[in-house]
């Protein structure tokens, strides 16, 4: 799933039913619109579009 708008339709999304329609658990995120943390607990590889990543 590619996220490019900042509707509040798409700020908190079911993403269980999304889960289910997915062939794959990606999400794009050209907003920042969601938890980075949140998303990969629920089994979604979430990549934000620019947001410098820092390694642990």
């Known amino acids: 799933m590619i996220l490019l708008t900042e509707w509040k339709e ?3 999304p079911d993403f269980e039913e999304i889960a ?3 062939k794959k658990k990606v ?3 050209g907003r920042n619109q969601y938890n980075s ?4 607990s629920k089994g979604f590889e ?6 410098k990543i820092i390694l642990v």
């Open 27 to 29: 999400i794009f995120d």
């Open 10 to 12: 798409f700020r908190v």
């Open 37 to 40: 943390f949140d998303l990969p």
């Open 20 to 22: 289910k329609l997915l």
């Open 46 to 51: 979430y990549i934000q579009i620019g947001v």
